[in-house]
């Protein structure tokens, strides 16, 4: 297994299992060769207050999982009832698919691609509320 690899700008810092990494002045790639391990791009990070609507609602938990805030076994029957009540909405075939890699991911404790999978929602979701539906 050749693991996570991530690919960080600049000065962008990133959340592995609570310590924040920043990186240099030039461009890099780390492997992250630790399975399970707690990673969060802090560019991609929800403030609570951004936590609004209910694909975000739902990233945000898999996001406090990943950051230390909460225990995986206590969210994941939170995030599974969270990803089903998304998909009794979200009926298209590219959104169930999100959605069926979300779960088999929580179920998993693969929060990371969890989080992943939701976050490809996000476009989808900004779309239905700003047509109303």
């Known amino acids: ?21 920043e990186n240099g002045d030039k461009r890099s ?7 399970n391990a707690n990673i969060l791009r802090l560019r991609d990070a929800l403030h609570p207050d951004e936590a609004n609507t209910p694909v975000r609602r739902v990233c945000y938990i898999a996001q406090l999982v990943l950051s230390g805030d909460a225990p995986p076994m206590e969210t994941r029957n939170q995030l599974l009832r969270g990803i089903e009540q998304l998909s009794q909405v979200l009926t298209d075939p590219d959104s169930r698919q999100l959605l069926s890699q979300a ?3 929580v179920l998993d404790s693969q929060h990371y691609q969890a989080l992943k999978a939701l976050r490809g929602l996000l476009p989808r979701e900004s779309r239905l509320l700003a047509t109303g539906g």
């Open 103 to 105: 779960s088999a991911a």
């Open 1 to 21: 297994m050749t693991g996570l690899v991530l690919k960080l700008g600049p000065h962008e810092r990133v959340l592995i299992n609570g310590a924040v990494i």
């Open 29 to 35: 790639r780390l492997a992250v060769m630790t399975p």
